[in-house]
């Protein structure tokens, strides 16, 4: 089993930038495909980005392309999501979860069995 906790949320304005990270205990770190999920209120979780268990495949929503950034350091058992440019859409509660290793990364959230309880992220525009 793996413990997932997030942390990095906050209220920010348009445009600007935010960081989240996700700390993994438990089990080893490099066994697991990562994945970024979001809900927004009144609506249901959808996906954002997933990263294999070396880094070296990288899957985004096309929502995301171009601003949000998935990565992994697995030294430090972390899984961090780099957002830039946010807008008030990108306001949610994101949660990263831990999948079995595979190629390409899921991207759906049946396929992922562990869950950390979620950061949230507040844009105003």
């Known amino acids: 089993q793996v413990q997932l906790v997030e942390s990095g949320g906050g209220l920010v304005q348009a445009g600007d930038s935010l960081r989240l990270s996700c700390a993994a205990s438990?089990?080893?770190?490099?066994?697991?495909?990562m994945g970024w999920f979001r809900q927004a209120p009144g609506k249901e979780r959808e996906f954002v980005a997933a990263?294999?268990?070396?880094?070296?495949?990288?899957r985004y929503a096309d929502s995301v392309k171009g601003r949000l950034t998935i990565s992994r350091d697995n030294a430090k058992n972390t899984v961090y999501l780099q957002m830039n440019s946010l807008k008030p859409e990108d306001t949610a509660v994101y949660f990263c979860?831990?999948?079995?290793?595979?190629?390409?990364?899921?991207?759906?959230?049946?396929?992922?069995?562990?869950w950390g309880r979620g950061t949230q992220v507040t844009v105003s525009s």
């Open positions: 979860a831990a999948a079995p290793p595979r190629v390409p990364p899921a991207i759906r959230e049946v396929e992922y069995p562990h």
């Open positions: 990263i294999s268990w070396g880094g070296g495949r990288v």
């Open positions: 438990g089990r080893t770190f490099s066994d697991y495909n």
